[in-house]
């Protein structure tokens, strides 16, 4: 077979795209991506004209690209770090198993030296915890009989990592995961994992790093629509939340499922390194799972709230997640509440076209210490200044994720209704508002006779009507920023498309046939969708679907392609009669 190898010039000024290349196999599509990633870093990457990271140095050294140069660098790396110290300690073991052989001796010894003598800091979060153990887990393995930074010789480090990974792997499949679906985190679980799978001498840690990647990648893949990580998020920055094609998640997306271009601007993008590198191949069901979008469906899932460690009845209560997916939008949400500090995305519409800014969603910007002392153990007074100092936004009347404990929402196929009760508020606490992002880049916006919000992007459509609020619209290059002040606010969205409504026209006509009632005394919301069946909804958890209560009770995996039952440990992944069983009791695989 003959390949057309496509050389890319590197620049931080213009975007820079790799083809998106076309062809019947699942995995000659991958080889090809792959290939474009490895060469545009590894041949593309000038290191004189742009400091390199960590994992550029990894394919430098493993092909031998500016040998003498990525020597230096790695120098400068290793004495001044630039990241956090899981993160540099997982970094430096994967760039010395995967560029080993080349490595001077000189070079072995200095990096067994660094984890010698530096302190690693375990961190505080899930992803923090596996990096570390991860790191510890190869290092320890690499180098036996030996102690380590924190006092510990291999066989305890070793020890004490596979006992944490075996935890961890244990409750994500039996519960749910804890940083659940985030577009910015999981850029540190899928690479570590690939690390574990290519250079755990470990047979049986070799297929559990396995199975992981797989769980992990099936659950991007049944929200994934066109490069973006759809619906509600644990985790997701501010600027990402409004631009989802730049989240994280991107280039694992792009090198996994294709249907998007590679795009290096994506801050940690070469973090796909190592996944590009290893010799992990994602099974063509998953591929499939995330491709094919000819028919609309519905996907349940069940997470679980961060530890708890003040201010709750339970250390780890359930989140529950609903999307409805077609091939022009995505509309997901969560059942609201405090789920997860700080970077909570409750719910979003995404549509499919490849421009920018492709979402719609709305949230409220709370801030608290109480929120902050429910999952963090230092003083609660001084949580929120520490907070805000670190993340720039936390206190900002503007910002564009956040939880509220006073935020519920209530989806049902392509209807969301969102209800936000500020008369609940501590008087110490301040944003009685909510905010809603509706991007500049739309074919069609208007606010209609009776208020609706009316939208059109490519072929997906919304509409977003409010009850209880005074609207503030306030325009700028991005967004039409639309403000709504109240003590009790109510949100009725319908989302739709050329799928499922035909054209745009019909959509929103229809809209102003929609029925709808709002009680701001008893705080009640009653609709009539679109789609033709009831809604009730009373704050905060009285939800009702065509008159009959609607429970928040599902499995882990509840879909057309994903299930798994709480507590069962199995994962069954499905498509077009084809099935993956992944068998976490016995960690085994099965296909049907």
């Known amino acids: 077979m003959i390949f057309l190898i496509i050389i890319i010039a590197f620049s931080f000024v213009n975007d820079i795209t790799v083809a998106n290349f076309k062809h019947k196999d699942y995995l000659s599509e991958f080889e090809l991506r792959r290939n474009a990633i490895i060469s545009f870093y590894s041949d593309s990457f000038n290191l004189s004209q742009y400091k390199p990271d960590l994992f550029i140095l990894t394919l430098k050294l493993k092909f031998k690209k500016d040998f003498e140069n990525s020597l230096k660098w790695l120098d400068s790396l290793i004495e001044n770090p630039e990241v956090g110290d899981m993160f540099f300690a997982y970094h430096l073991i ?60 291999s066989d305890e ?10 935890f961890w792997i244990d409750k994500t499949v039996t519960f749910g995961q804890m940083e659940f679906d985030s577009p910015t985190y999981i850029i540190t679980y899928v690479p570590p994992l690939c690390l574990l799978y290519d250079f755990s001498e470990d047979t049986l840690m070799k297929t559990k790093a396995q199975m992981m ?63 590009a590198l290893s010799k992990f191949r994602l099974p063509d069901i998953i591929y499939h799972i995330a491709t ?59 549509f499919s076209d490849s421009s920018d800014y492709n979402t719609v969603f709305s949230v ?10 429910m999952f963090f153990p230092e003083e609660m007074k001084i949580l929120p200044e520490l907070v805000d100092r670190a993340h720039k936004v ?7 994720s956040s939880s509220s404990p006073y935020e519920r929402l209530f989806q049902y196929k392509g209807t969301l209704i969102v209800m936000y009760d500020f008369t609940l508020m501590k008087s110490w606490e301040r944003y009685s508002h909510i ?32 009850f209880g609020g005074k609207l503030s619209l306030m325009i700028d290059s ?15 969205v319908e989302s739709g498309g050329k799928v499922d409504f035909g054209n745009f026209d019909f959509f929103r006509s229809s809209l102003r046939d929609c029925i709808s009632e709002f009680d701001s005394v008893n705080f009640i919301a009653r609709h009539r969708s679109l789609r033709g069946f009831e809604m009730l909804f009373k704050y905060p958890e009285g939800r009702f679907l065509n008159g009959k209560k609607y429970e928040l009770n599902w499995n882990l995996f509840d879909g057309p392609y994903l299930n798994s039952e709480v507590g069962s440990k199995v994962l069954k992944i499905s498509w077009q009669g084809k099935e993956r069983i992944l068998d976490f009791n016995k960690f085994e695989i099965f296909e049907k």
């Open 394 to 400: 936390y206190k900002n009347p503007n910002k564009w």
């Open 213 to 275: 990647i797989e769980y992990i990648l099936s659950d991007y893949a049944v929200e994934y629509l066109s490069g973006c990580y759809c619906g509600g998020h644990s985790r997701d920055y501010p600027e990402l939340a409004i631009n989802p094609r730049h989240s994280q998640s991107q280039p694992l997306g792009y090198l996994y499922f294709g249907e998007t271009n590679f795009n290096p601007h994506v801050k940690g993008a070469t973090n796909i390194i190592f996944c």
């Open 292 to 350: 094919d979008r000819e028919s609309p469906y519905e996907h349940r899932e069940r997470k679980r709230v961060r530890n708890i460690i003040r201010f709750g009845r339970e250390r780890n209560p359930p989140v529950y997640k609903y999307t409805y997916i077609t091939q022009d939008y995505c509309i997901g949400s969560l059942q609201g509440g405090i789920l997860q500090p700080i970077q909570q995305h409750s719910w979003d519409i995404t």
């Open 478 to 492: 991005i967004s039409y920023n639309l403000r709504v002040y109240g003590d009790r606010i109510c949100l009725i």
């Open 157 to 166: 480090n070793l020890r004490e990592a596979e006992e944490y990974i075996n």
């Open 364 to 373: 409220h910007p709370y801030f608290s210490e109480i929120e902050l002392a």
């Open 435 to 466: 905010n809603i992002f509706i991007p500049r880049m739309l074919e069609h916006f208007e606010i209609d006779t009776l208020k609706w919000i009316i939208g059109k992007r490519g072929n997906g459509y919304f509409g977003i009507r409010i």
């Open 94 to 153: 994967g760039l010395y198993k995967h560029s080993k052989e080349n490595l001077p001796q000189e070079y072995r010894n200095k990096i067994k030296d660094t984890f010698k003598r530096r302190t690693i800091y375990r961190g505080d979060t899930e992803n923090h915890w596996l990096m570390y153990y991860i790191a510890w887990y190869l290092i320890s393995q690499e180098w036996k009989n030996e102690i380590w930074s924190n006092l510990k010789t």
